[in-house]
């Protein structure tokens, strides 16, 4: 029988978080866009301040699935919100609940926080993953478009900052 049980990454997993976010880049077809190293991910998520946390999903000891996750914070809520920006369990070890279970860890982390919301976005080709959302009781809100701004754009905006 396999166990599988949940924890909080640590410092010395960062070579470990950095794999599972190249596997997911590579799922997500979008591995050109990693620039994250294991510097970048030990000062961001281990330093001062910590941005984010990591969990991982151990099948007998080894990890098979993992979750990155940070506080927002809702002015309509008045509350920190709970955001997942990654999810990924290895394809191999799929359909065993271990999603589930992530899922579900977060959710409790979210309760016991008293944060008003947990959220995440998922790709739209990603029907699978849409499908086990919605069985979960997550719910798409449609009438909002994610805008992102980054590189040279990023820049160009910050260089207009005024400061006085």
């Known amino acids: 029988m396999t166990q599988f049980r949940i924890r909080s990454a640590t410092e010395e997993d960062v070579p470990l978080i950095l794999t599972f976010i190249l596997d997911l880049a590579?799922?997500?077809?979008?591995?050109?866009?990693?620039v994250a190293t294991a510097e970048t991910l030990r000062a961001t998520l281990f330093g001062q301040p910590r941005f984010?946390?990591?969990?991982?999903?151990?099948?007998?000891?080894?990890?098979?699935?993992?979750?990155?996750?940070?506080?927002?914070?809702?002015?309509?809520?008045?509350?920190?919100?709970?955001y997942l920006e990654d999810v990924f369990v290895r394809p191999e070890f799929r359909g065993r609940g271990y999603g589930k279970a992530m899922l579900a860890r977060?959710?409790?982390?979210?309760?016991?926080?008293?944060?008003?919301?947990?959220?995440?976005a998922v790709?739209?080709?990603?029907?699978?993953?849409?499908?086990?959302?919605?069985?979960?009781?997550?719910?798409?809100?449609?009438?909002?478009?994610?805008?992102?701004?980054?590189?040279?754009?990023?820049?160009?905006?910050?260089?207009?900052n005024q400061r006085t």
């Not at 699978?128 to 980054?150: C, H, N, Q």
Request: hydrophobic content about 45%; proline content about 2%; some cysteine.
């Open 52 to 82: 984010a946390e990591v969990l991982f999903g151990e099948e007998d000891g080894q990890a098979v699935a993992f979750a990155l996750f940070f506080h927002n914070y809702s002015t309509f809520v008045g509350r920190p919100g709970l």
């Open 123 to 160: 790709l739209d080709w990603n029907t699978p993953a849409i499908a086990f959302y919605k069985s979960l009781g997550a719910r798409a809100v449609d009438e909002w478009t994610i805008f992102r701004m980054t590189g040279a754009a990023l820049r160009k905006l910050a260089a207009q």
């Open 106 to 120: 977060l959710a409790s982390i979210a309760v016991e926080r008293n944060c008003g919301r947990f959220e995440w």
């Open 26 to 34: 590579r799922y997500e077809k979008l591995e050109h866009e990693v």
